[in-house]
């Protein structure tokens, strides 16, 4: 949620937060056109987080269940569809910065292996991502 401003002012506009828990003020901030949702059948499940949090398990653990517990539940394509109709360059948002272990990047890896083009945050990489995309 740390960079939603800077993606603000970069043109970006359409936000959804893949958290369990997103801020309080995050959907009553349509800012500059901007549109935030949040979309829980990706976050991770509270109690298992919980315990890899509190009890600092290993990110392969928390792969493991996220994987058997969130992403083995959906169909990539559908989720993939799901979130295009949020919007143009939809950006996924939850706690972690860009570069930290997260289920974001999970969701991402699983996204790409079903054809589905995703990038981690940088403006001019994504923006030609997505034009060479919605151009092919």
């Known amino acids: 949620f740390d960079k939603k401003?800077?993606?603000?002012?970069?043109?970006?506009?359409?936000?959804?937060?893949?958290?369990?828990?997103?801020?309080?003020?995050?959907?009553?901030?349509?800012?500059?056109?901007?549109?935030?949702?949040?979309?829980?059948?990706?976050?991770?499940?509270?109690?298992?987080?919980?315990?890899?949090?509190?009890?600092?398990?290993?990110n392969d653990w928390y792969k493991e269940k996220y994987q058997e517990t969130v992403l083995n539940k959906l169909n990539p394509k559908v989720i993939a569809n799901r979130l295009q109709a949020f919007g143009k360059d939809v950006i996924l948002l939850c706690y972690e910065r860009p570069g930290e272990f997260c289920h974001r990047r999970l969701v991402a890896d699983w996204l790409r292996l079903s054809g589905t083009p995703v990038c981690e945050y940088s403006a001019i990489l994504c923006r030609n991502l997505f034009e060479n995309y919605r151009s092919s």
């Open 5 to 58: 401003d800077e993606l603000l002012r970069q043109g970006f506009k359409n936000f959804v937060s893949i958290a369990g828990k997103c801020p309080d003020d995050f959907l009553s901030a349509q800012l500059n056109d901007s549109h935030c949702e949040e979309y829980k059948k990706l976050a991770p499940k509270y109690s298992w987080w919980k315990e890899w949090h509190d009890k600092h398990l290993s």
